[in-house]
């Protein structure tokens, strides 16, 4: 099917409920308890953006959404949701897919460099407190200095080894390093490669620009993340989706109100990005929400309880899709309230006591209209998903990967000349031009030749590296932009 402009249809209730493409750029909210039907409207949402010509990029933390490549016809429950519903035309068909895995086991490789992640998403990774954040800061700042190249982790452990070997040197320019803090930075490092999250830093980096094609029918590309052994690692799941939405936010140029976004950018688990955060971090990750509209981005968020979003955030996400809550506790019956309150009202419809009532599938819908309006709550029933729920099997997703135009370009890492390489080969060359030691004379340790090469190079490194230039994005530094 080519691209179609137009409205998209979402869900059927006492009318026909519509999401304007050149509204959805203003943002949203899929929320629901568990077993809901918010996986389901993900899917149709997705869909529908395909067929517009927009791309998308969605994880899968459950390992269920593949069969959107595939189409359906194999539920009879779709079946009957489609009687039901009277949608005359109907079809089942599948859609273009990429897939992409951190650990590039499903899907193409996705990485980064250490030095674009930036000490601030870098500090949440590794689950630092304060104090040793700062000294992620100092890392990073005297790699900038020094010219010294930021891009997988073995180049961060040199660096810290370098940065605690001399930290009285450091000390009167850029502060205080404790040996503890260094210390906690090594061992969580540590953790990190444990659990294969050394695979995501390194190069070649993901292209962004990768992220945003078309099939030869015109149809957005579904960028689909196999988050399932991902999201093993709450932190690590959040704070990758979140850098990523800081490169579009970063990368992209300003558009202003396009007829339809660029990309939509589903954010799943919403409420593992908003857990124990800082609050520096917080205020960025609202100033990009509320910018990145502007480049025709428009960001999804699914989660269970709308009191998982902060309000500054749930303020700027014009379009929702509100599922079934159950009111078992106090805090229960306050997210019920709190879901009811943010729609615009409907004289005809009790909201609170409707979101309790809901089933499976059927919600509580309010979209923006083409000025940007919110409509008025309906009780709707979110129309089915064309593809198959059930997902591929592993060989159908590997031959989805072999034949995709990307299979190649991520596929073999590059393992440039940066910090590791550059502070290993100081170390060698140092001891290799260390005068021989008398048989007396108790030897330096090798820690010690170490320190010593080190330091007296380090004024060289400035002149000698200037060309090695670290970049980083809006959240990247602490210490500003580019």
């Known amino acids: 099917m080519a691209a179609q402009p137009g409205p998209i249809l979402v869900a059927k209730g006492t009318q026909e409920v519509y999401l304007y493409p050149k509204m959805a750029n203003r943002h949203g909210l899929i929320a629901g308890a568990t077993g809901t039907g918010k996986t389901v409207t993900l899917r149709v949402l997705a869909e529908q953006f395909s067929n517009l010509g927009v791309p998308v990029f969605m994880a899968d933390v459950k390992g269920d959404l593949t069969g959107i490549a595939k189409p359906g016809g194999d539920n009879p429950r779709i079946a009957d949701r489609v009687k039901d519903l009277k949608l005359e035309g109907f079809t089942y068909e599948g859609y273009p897919v990429a897939f992409w895995d951190v650990f590039a086991e499903k899907g193409h490789p996705v990485r980064t460099t250490v030095s674009e992640m930036g000490p601030l998403l870098l500090a949440r990774i590794l689950n630092l407190n304060e104090t040793q954040a700062g000294v992620v800061n100092i890392i990073f700042k005297i790699a900038d200095d020094n010219g010294l190249l930021l891009l997988d982790l073995k180049d961060l452990r040199s660096m810290a080894q370098y940065v605690g070997d001399n930290a009285s040197q450091f000390k009167v320019r850029y502060g205080n390093i404790s040996s503890a803090s260094v210390g906690a930075i090594q061992r969580n490092l540590l953790v990190i490669e444990e659990q294969g999250g050394g695979k995501f830093f390194g190069e070649p980096a993901l292209d962004i620009n990768d992220l945003m094609q078309t099939d030869a029918k015109g149809r957005g590309i579904i960028n689909i993340l196999m988050a399932d052994r991902l999201l093993q690692s709450p932190k690590v799941y959040a704070t990758f989706l979140l850098w990523l939405m800081s490169e579009l936010f970063e990368q992209m140029p300003e558009v202003g109100d396009p007829p339809k976004p660029k990309l939509v950018f589903f954010f799943d688990e919403a409420h593992l990005l908003f857990e124990d955060i800082p609050k520096a971090l917080q205020d960025k990750i609202e100033q990009v929400v509320r910018l990145i509209r502007s480049k025709g981005i428009g960001v999804y968020f699914i989660t269970q309880n709308p009191l998982d979003i902060p309000d500054t955030v749930l303020g700027q996400l014009g379009n929702r899709v509100q599922h079934a809550l159950r009111a078992y506790t106090p805090r229960d019956q306050k997210a019920v309230r709190a879901a009811a309150e943010t729609f615009r009202a409907n004289p005809g419809l009790d909201t609170a006591k409707a979101i309790l009532e809901l089933g499976v599938g059927e919600a509580l819908v309010s979209l923006l209209d083409e000025k940007g ?86 004024a060289h490194a400035i002149g000698s590296q200037v060309g090695r230039q670290i970049i980083r994005g809006v959240l990247g530094s602490l210490f500003g932009k580019k």
Request: glycine letters at 4%; charged letters at 25%; hydrophobic letters at 45%.
């Open 373 to 458: 309006i919110p409509t008025m709550v309906d009780r709707a029933w979110v129309v089915p998903p064309h593809s198959t729920l059930t997902p591929l099997q592993p060989a159908e997703m590997a031959g989805i990967v072999r034949s995709s135009v990307l299979f190649g370009a991520y596929e073999k890492t590059v393992d440039r000349e940066s910090a590791y390489e550059i502070l290993t080969a100081r170390a060698e060359k140092a001891a290799a031009q260390a005068p021989a030691v008398p048989e007396k004379r108790p030897a330096k340790s090798e820690t010690e030749v170490l320190v010593g090469a080190l330091a007296k190079s380090a």
